[in-house]
T-cell receptor
Framework: TQLLEQSPQFLSIQEGENLTVYCNSS?????LQWYRQEPGEGPVLLVT?????EVKKLKRLTFQFGDARKDSSLHITAAQPGDTGLYLC?????????????FGQGTILTVHP | NAGVMQNPRHLVRRRGQEARLRCSPM?????VYWYRQLPEEGLKFMVY????????ESGMPKERFSAEFPKEGPSILRIQQVVRGDSAAYFC??????????????FGQGTRLTVV
């Protein structure tokens, strides 16, 4: 059974601060995805990382996939109140069940004005 | 291009009743996945279906839960004789038929099931 451990579980910061969310596993994933989920809504895909060591930037968000494809991080620079939400990492083991994702338990981010 | 459509958005059932959750995938998508999310937890995979076939149901509880994706119409997740522990948000995701490694799945807005 693949497990993804996300940390921290809760993060409360002031506007303008930087933060990093971590996603770790003992399993290798063919790809790893990061989602953001608003209350009462479904997860919205932010990025997919595929190659070990890959770094992707999305405005103030930087995503990194570990060299061994077992871990990933999400770094937000100069956080804004609009970044508040639940952030989820999810790994895809590929194989015959494409799209079958293993999710971390999530990080609830609150950015105070 | 409409996204993944789930209905109803909210469903209240008494213990022992049946719950039917519907999911219409994105246009052109033939792969459907169901996930369950308990309060303040991540999503847990339940079942993966293609048209008229269950591909992987390793996350489905052994009893009371079933899923289908008929040739015509939406995918249905059915929960018989619901219990309070079934209260959760149920999400459907779909992906295109090309499949392959790293296929991205798109999620619906979910159905919030409350069992009273």
């Amino acid at each position: 059974t693949q497990l993804l451990e996300q940390s921290p579980q809760f993060l409360s910061i002031q506007e303008g601060e930087n933060l990093t969310v971590y996603c770790n596993s003992s399993s290798v994933f063919s790809s790893l995805q990061w989602y953001r989920q608003e209350p009462g809504e479904g997860p919205v895909l932010l990025v997919t990382v595929v190659t070990g060591g890959e770094v992707k930037k999305l405005k103030r968000l930087t995503f990194q996939f570990g060299d061994a494809r077992k871990d990933s991080s999400l770094h937000i620079t100069a956080a804004q109140p609009g970044d508040t939400g639940l952030y989820l990492c999810a790994g895809d083991t590929g194989g015959t069940s494409y799209g079958k994702l293993t999710f971390g338990q999530g990080t609830i981010l609150t950015v105070h004005p | 291009n409409a996204g993944v459509m789930q209905n109803p958005r909210h469903l209240v059932r008494r213990r022992g009743q049946e719950a039917r959750l519907r999911c219409s995938p994105m246009k052109g998508h033939s792969h459907v996945y169901w996930y369950r999310q308990l309060p303040e937890e991540g999503l847990k995979f339940m079942v993966y279906l293609q048209k008229e076939n269950i591909i992987d149901e390793s996350g489905m509880p052994k009893e009371r839960f079933s899923a289908e994706f008929p040739k015509e119409g939406p995918s249905i997740l059915r929960i018989q004789q619901v219990v309070r522990g079934d209260s959760a948000a149920y999400f459907c995701a779909s992906s295109p038929p090309t499949g392959g490694l790293n296929t991205e799945a798109f999620f619906g807005q979910g159905t919030r099931l409350t069992v009273v």
